[in-house]
RNA sequence: GGCACCGUCGCCAAGUGGUAAGGCAGAGGUCUGCAAAAUCUCUAUCGGCGGUUCGAGUCCGCCCGGUGCCUCCA
């Protein structure tokens, strides 16, 4: 029982079998820092973080590479808008995106290298080329000729007739042929650039993910990941552009997410459908953002909606409260003295469920079963009176948040958890924590009492506010709906 | 036009060819002053029609419906 991934390339599930044992090589398409990311960037960091922490779980050495594209058109045209230098735009959005990344706990890669410290292996990728005459430069720019490499449309499942008869083939007479792409830009007046043997210019887009991840990872590494867009033409254009150079195939496993949908279609830029995820922060939690996006296989399409994120902040104020619960019960105890605690929590019956699921092509949907399953158990077994059982719970709980926390989730405390659920639903409602206490302490007044009619009338109020309240053994708890 | 993918309970969502996980919503029970929470029980034959097979949601064909890629895109 292994580790088996879905492999673009051969549009099969394969035994993960890595290049050195006990060691990954993997790299992974960042953003173009040139704005927000939205609900779609938060997927893919969210798929490969996961499988990041998987890896290291199964006790891997993981060299996780994820780049920022930090020289672009878009960033050019958008600092030309905003009237800011290129790199004010970049540097704004490379925080802001480790900020949104960050609330997401999406855990650091090993490095993340950007584009613009590495143009001169860029440039010693694209003279390889050259001198191999696989690529020609047409003042001042550079091509990459695609027919000089006889595999080219391997990952995408296209061939070169079919793409030369589809009408959208950019139109460009300086290109020997129409699918050849630009390896190096010749830079317009006043535009950030470079100087090269070619001229002065700055990089083509695919060219750094190829420089980049053999400068890190090698010519031939384990696994490449990104978004299901970035098939065609970017990695198919890497795949083309490594192999050109070494003569290897640069990876092994081609790994790409699916896409988050609005309404069944797409979510993008130019379709304008997107939600950005600091606009997400406002409503939803971002650990909630972050469940709901683990809760369907990573390369099925999503759709995005409120509902499925109501849905999700009620899974996880469950998982949390139930946390709260099994760590509470056994609060008196000392873990450490749980004879062999770690190889307990290894062979409970959750963590061999886990391993199944995630082995099985990462599968989290199924891993949320066997979670919300085993909830259930902890539940009954912290309502249980009988203490005898408390290793036993102790384990299970170690085991359940061990693998929530593979999935990124329960960063927090419970009680933090519900702090921060509470500032961000009462946004909205705008209610005060004394007013509130105060109708609270009225009711239990009227409880002792036994003055039902007004003990009930206190809480069909704190109902209009929309605040919900449970009558516990520690006294009387609310939240709000 | 070319190439892929998808269509499972009201909603979301898993499913190596052997008679459908889980969540939300809904119904009923336990608990509770009543609630809430928790817990227990219940609710689908898998877009349609054929075929292969002892046996198909799961493979093949056709049809219907939807999406994606072929241009920047996670």
Redesign the pocket.
Known sequence: MSLKLFNTLT?SKEPFVPLKEKQVGMYV????VYDYC????A???IVFDTMFRYFQYLGYEVNFIRNF?DI???IINRANDKGMDWQEITHKYTVAFHEDMGKLNIASPTEEPKATDHIPEMLSMIQSLIDQNKAYAIDGDVFYSIKSFKDYGCL????I???Q??????VNETKRN??D?ALWKKSKPGEPFWNSPWGAGRPG?HIECSAMSKKFLGDTFDIH??????????HENEIAQSCGCTGQQPVRYWV??????ID????????GN?FTIREIYKKYHPEVLRLFLI???YR????F?E??L???T??LT?FY??LAGARNKTATMDLKLVPDFQEKIKNHPLTKKFEV?MN??L?T??V??????E??????A??DKNSANLEEVAVATAAWETAGRILGLFFLTPEEFEKELFEIKNRDLGLEVSKIEQLIAN?NA??QS?N??E??RC?DDLVQMGV?????PNG?EWKLK
């Open positions: 549009r398409c960042g953003v173009t939205h609900v779609g960037h997927r893919a960091a594209t672009d058109d878009k995408s499942g296209k061939n007739n079919d793409l008869s589809g009408a959208r083939v950019e129409p699918l792409f887009w990941g990104g978004g299901k867009d970035l098939v065609f033409p970017h790409h997410n699916g896409f988050v949908n069944k279609e797409k979510m993008s830029k130019s379709l997107f809760s369907s296989h099925s399409p999503i759709d909606s509902k499925n109501d849905d999700a009620k899974v469950r409260e139930g699921a099985d092509d599968n949907a199924v949320m079963a066997h979670m919300n399953e909830l259930k158990n902890l539940n009954s912290v309502k009711r009227a409880r036994k039902w009619t003990a009930d809480r919900l309240i449970e009558d516990t009387t």
